[in-house]
């Protein structure tokens, strides 16, 4: 299973861009790269999923390095509302044909005033 | 409003006693999870289920159980076999073409 890595935790001036690293060295060809984010003892939220191609949505833009073993997700202008816990996911192929997500222990990113 | 719905909340038990976590999504989703979470950690899949009647064990079944009666409701039981209950658990659903999990709100077990 391929894992990821994150930093532990990141601080954002409000109205700056987050750009929130993430590796993933051991990801397979056709596994994916989700992101979501956890606010405080909430359910996870979808932000952003991508393959090789940079993405971009309402919320945030996600860039897949050529190789595929590590990606980058941009908050374009962060605010105190961004403050939670981001987590890079990879969506893996289970034996039995399904899919299930491998998480990480994310990235705590605080967005400062 | 379509959704997934958790219940309780909070929850409570004595040490030994099975407890039964409800999760319901009215999204006609095909796909349904549960995840365990522990404080500073991410999420741990427990079972999944793709279709009605049938599921799989996740990463952390044992001392889990689960049923699939109806398309709508995924309940899981923790069971006395368990060691260390106590945590925050998260249902999700997902159409069949495994695109984006929806996640319910938890609950959050505390077994005493």
Not at chain 2, 10 to 37: I, P
Not at chain 2, 61 to 88: C, D, H, I, M, W
Not at chain 2, 99 to 108: D, I, K, M, S
Request: net charge neutral; proline share 4%.
């Amino acid at each position: 299973d391929a894992k990821t890595t994150q930093p532990p935790s990141m601080d954002c001036a409000e109205g700056r861009a987050a750009n929130l690293p993430c590796n993933h060295s051991t990801i397979s060809g056709n596994e994916y790269v989700y992101w979501y984010r956890q606010i405080h003892s909430q359910g996870p939220q979808y932000i952003i999923h991508g393959l090789k191609n940079n993405e971009t949505n309402e919320m945030a833009s996600l860039i897949i390095t050529e190789d595929r073993k590590s990606s980058t997700l941009i908050l374009p202008h962060a605010t105190l509302r961004d403050t939670a816990v981001y987590y890079c996911i990879v969506r893996a192929q289970t034996s039995s044909g399904t899919y299930k997500y491998i998480f990480g222990t994310g990235t705590r990113l605080k967005v400062l005033a | 409003d379509g959704g997934i719905t958790q219940s309780p909340k909070y929850l409570f038990r004595k040490e030994g006693q099975n407890v039964t976590l409800s999760c319901e999504q009215n999204l006609n989703h095909d796909a349904m999870y549960w995840y365990r979470q522990d404080p500073g950690q991410g999420l741990r899949l427990i079972y999944y289920s793709q279709i009605v009647n049938d599921f799989q064990k996740g990463d952390i079944a044992e001392g889990y159980s689960v049923s699939r009666e109806k398309k709508e409701s995924f309940p899981l039981t923790v069971t006395s076999a368990q060691k260390n209950p106590t945590a925050f658990y998260l249902c999700a659903s997902s159409t069949i073409s495994y695109n984006e999990q929806f996640f319910g709100p938890g609950t959050r077990l505390t077994v005493l």
